[in-house]
């Protein structure tokens, strides 16, 4: 069974502190991975997105990406309370001569102002 | 109206009812996926569409039965459910099965009786 593992939470963190949401994944033939934040009620939306080895920034996020050790990582410089949401890691693995999108449980994070 | 729409935005049902749920893209995409979400358990994907071909039927009772009449159209039709079944019902979709990342629609909550 193919996996993406990730601690529910919650994960608290004061206003202007580094966030730090973590992700370890099963297959490794996965090509592709995803940080989704999902508001209470709300349907995903995408953060960040990362192929490749090494880190990726995008403003106050950072994705890091360790194939070797079947890890990935999302930073959030600067918290916010508006921050507050579940992170949702996914990964794109391919099966069966097409690819499938394995999601995660997500990691509650809470700002605290 | 741009993105991946979803109606109804809550459905309430009982045992014996039947309806459906629609996800309509107009993102251009040529993949469509039905995923469930229920509390503290990762999003579980139900069936995915790639080109109009249905690729991916992840062990879903025939309770729950998909149509894709056009590559931006997508309903899942659903009858005798159970009340286990209540859960929040996500569409999305993506330039095609191995390329792109989800993206989702509001998702219809549905609460069976």
């Known amino acids: 069974q193919k996996e993406v593992e990730q601690n529910s939470g919650p994960l608290s963190v004061p206003e202007g502190a580094i966030a730090s949401l973590n992700c370890t994944y099963s297959?490794?033939?996965?090509?592709?991975f995803f940080w989704y934040r999902q508001y209470s009620g709300k349907s995903p939306e995408l953060i960040m997105s990362?192929?490749?080895?090494g880190d990726k920034e995008d403003g106050r996020f950072t994705a890091q990406l360790n194939k070797a050790s079947q890890y990935v990582s999302l930073l959030i410089r600067d918290s916010q309370p508006s921050d507050s949401a579940t992170y949702l890691c996914a990964v794109r693995t391919p099966t069966s001569g097409t690819y499938k999108y394995i999601f995660g449980t997500g990691t509650r994070l809470k700002v605290l102002a | 109206e741009t993105g991946v729409t979803q109606t109804p935005r809550h459905l309430v049902m009982g045992m014996t009812n039947k309806k459906s749920l629609k996800c309509e893209q107009h993102l251009g995409h040529n993949a469509m996926y039905w995923y469930k979400q229920s509390a503290k358990k990762p999003l579980e994907l139900m069936f995915v569409y790639n080109f109009k071909e249905q690729t991916e039927n992840n062990s879903v009772p025939s309770r729950f039965s998909p149509e894709c009449p056009n590559s931006s159209h997508l309903f899942l039709h659903l009858h005798t459910l159970q009340p286990e079944d209540s859960a929040l019902y996500l569409c999305a979709s993506s330039q095609d099965q191995g390329q792109g990342y989800l993206h989702f629609g509001n998702g219809t909550r549905l609460t069976v009786t």
């Open positions: 297959d490794r033939g996965s090509q592709s």
């Open positions: 990362i192929y490749s080895n």
